[in-house]
């Protein structure tokens, strides 16, 4: 069954750091999303990105983001100089049709980001 | 503002009962989407089920239900004959119409089931 993949499942950084984390959606969806849960708390939408754009983001998403779908496959989220209150879970997810289409949105494993 | 509240912070059930996890929702617009996902101990998101505001019947998916009462904007699912494997947290979400043109999600805080043997 398709999944989507992420790398690293954990990072560890320190504050002001630039990091990258990679996500590969399912190769026939169309839709990305990058959301950010930190820990214990509820998960929240940070970006979306369709035909190579971003198409909606959130008030965390600022200039210290970035999103970018640098080949066919691979689509990555980073972040310039990071800070302590990054620490979280970042998880990728995508669909096909979009959250209008409806349907399933596929996770990814999600990458533990540790910002010391 | 969208707004997404699961009343419940714990939930308790025996094995083999049914439980029903609350799910209410704020929203002016009329085309939405309602979700429900499962968070293990392992930290992973999966998707259980999926109801359209313009769906009249409720969704089912093997054991899990929506049971969507839109006047009271309500979407609880109802998990069936529970099983040990379902102790989770629960994910209670909405995707609706954004700035942009397209649709995002909103979470709840979530509930924490634990099943009982």
């Known amino acids: 069954e398709p999944e989507v993949t992420q790398t690293p499942s954990h990072q560890v950084t320190q504050m002001g750091q630039e990091v990258i984390l990679r996500c590969v959606p399912i190769?026939?969806?169309?839709?990305f999303y990058w959301y950010r849960q930190i820990l214990g708390q509820k998960v929240e939408f940070l970006v979306s990105f369709y035909n190579n754009e971003i198409s909606e983001k959130s008030e965390i998403f600022d200039d210290q983001f970035s999103v970018e779908r640098p080949d066919g496959s691979n689509f990555t989220l980073k972040i310039r100089s990071t800070k302590l209150e990054d620490s979280a879970m970042y998880f990728c997810?995508?669909?096909?049709?979009?959250?209008?289409?409806?349907?399933?949105?596929?996770f990814g494993p999600g990458t533990r980001l540790t910002v010391l | 503002a969208q707004k997404i509240t699961q009343t419940q912070p714990g939930m308790f059930v025996q094995e083999k009962e049914a439980v029903t996890l609350d799910c209410t929702y704020d929203t002016s617009d009329q085309s939405y989407g309602l979700f429900w996902y499962k968070q293990p101990s392992s930290g992973e998101m999966i998707f259980l089920i999926y109801?359209?505001?313009?769906?009249?019947q409720n969704a089912t998916e093997g054991r899990y239900s929506l049971n969507f009462q839109k006047a009271r904007k309500s979407a609880n699912l109802v998990i069936s004959a529970s099983q040990l494997g379902d102790s989770a947290m629960y994910f209670c979400a909405m995707s609706h119409p954004a700035s942009g043109g397209s649709y995002i999600p909103t979470f709840g805080r979530g509930t924490s089931l634990i099943v009982h043997p």
């Open positions: 190769s026939n969806h169309l839709y």
């Open positions: 109801q359209g505001s313009y769906d009249e």
């Open positions: 997810a995508s669909t096909q049709k979009g959250l209008a289409g409806i349907g399933e949105q596929f």
